[in-house]
């Protein structure tokens, strides 16, 4: 589903996993300076939308997730994961609930897998789950600015700290932004998008993750996991790891080399010494930091060390410390703070 924001003037397609929507609209070095000097919106319609019903939607997905749910107040927002049996990252969910249905977006095609998941085990529950992606798509606003501002026909807000991102009638996709642009916002693609992301040290899931990747390892531990609730799957492997140990791997923010016009690409080695020791995740040009990318590496690489990112030289920066898990207590770094400056 193209987006019909592709029609703006100077709208150049984004690739894959981005494909559907801009990569910019001809600067995407001033549409970063336009969110961070004030606020701006970011066409995000190619990700998915889930919607559930029933009485018993919030106490199913308390009972499946990571998160604490099942006292849900209407218009709070949350992020959820869904484990393996491993503990491992199967699902990445950013959800709401108005009190009557629970809205959920997740990455671009991963929807039909979660509702296969969800559908497995709904078993007797009064709970009904749907793909909506062809009625209703996905804003992203952020900035300093953004939060006296939302789309005037959104059915839906979902927070973060880094955006909020407003499920509007598809049908209306365009009028929203119109809507949007003409209160001030800055119209910013994917690229400038991903580079405030990447700064901010926000893993996407798909892109900074694989199928071995654990909570702790993302920084998901202090934003998608509730560690007094009760039994889910995969809880073990959370509970272990954050009372008696650490995880195998940390994210790391990267700051490359830039004599070289070039980014690392998607799971290009990280190597120290020779040796491989993690793999790239996402990578972008920040208009102040310059190139920048997220990497998972091992956890016991010196945090001062220089690395070589798919042959790039490339400086560290502590997102997931090296003592994360083993009950300390760590306040994951955010290296470039919140966009809207708080969470729900």
């Given at each position: 589903m193209d987006s019909p924001l592709l029609a703006e003037p100077g709208a150049v397609p984004a690739e894959a996993p981005d494909v559907g929507v801009a990569a910019?609209?001809?600067?995407?070095?001033?549409?970063?300076?336009?969110?961070?000097?004030?606020?701006?919106v970011v066409d995000a319609s190619h990700r998915h939308v889930i919607r559930i019903t029933g009485r018993d939607r919030l106490s199913w997905l308390h009972s499946l997730t990571t998160q604490h749910l099942e006292q849900l107040a209407p218009g709070a927002s949350a992020e959820a994961l869904i484990l393996d049996p491993q503990g491992r990252v199967e699902h990445q969910l950013s959800l709401t609930d108005d009190g009557e249905v629970t809205w959920v977006h997740v990455e671009p095609g991963a929807a039909p897998a979660l509702l296969e998941f969800l559908t497995s085990m709904r078993f007797m529950l009064r709970v009904e789950?749907?793909?909506?992606?062809?009625?209703?798509?996905?804003?992203?606003?952020?900035?300093?600015?953004?939060?006296?501002?939302?789309?005037?026909?959104?059915?839906?807000?979902?927070?973060?700290?880094?955006?909020?991102?407003?499920?509007?009638?598809?049908?209306?996709?365009?009028?929203?932004v119109a809507a949007l642009r003409g209160a001030g916002a800055t119209l910013a693609g994917t690229w400038a998008h991903e580079a405030l992301r990447i700064a901010a040290g926000r893993p996407r899931m798909g892109l900074d993750t694989d199928h071995r990747s654990i909570p702790h390892e993302l920084g998901w531990i202090d934003t998608a996991v509730h560690l007094n609730k009760g039994c889910y799957r995969g809880q073990e492997t959370v509970a272990r790891v954050h009372n008696l140990g650490h995880p195998p791997r940390r994210l790391v923010l990267l700051h490359l080399d830039g004599s070289e016009d070039r980014?690392?690409?998607?799971g290009d080695p990280v190597r120290l010494d020779g040796a491989d020791i993690g793999f790239v995740g996402s990578a972008a040009r920040h208009y102040e930091l310059g190139p920048i990318a997220l990497a998972l590496v091992k956890r016991t690489a010196p945090v001062d060390a220089t690395l070589l990112a798919g042959g790039l030289p490339a400086a560290q920066e502590v997102i997931v410390p090296p003592d994360a898990g083993a009950n300390v207590q760590?306040?994951?770094?955010?290296?470039?703070?919140d966009l809207i400056g708080r969470g729900r």
């Open positions: 910019h609209y001809g600067d995407p070095y001033a549409e970063q300076r336009g969110i961070i000097a004030s606020w701006g789950t749907g793909d909506v992606s062809g009625e209703y798509a996905v804003l992203a606003i952020l900035g300093k600015d953004s939060e006296a501002h939302l789309a005037p026909g959104a059915a839906a807000t979902v927070r973060n700290s880094f955006e909020t991102n407003v499920i509007v009638p598809r049908a209306a996709l365009a009028d929203e980014l690392p690409a998607h760590v306040t994951f770094r955010r290296p470039r703070g």
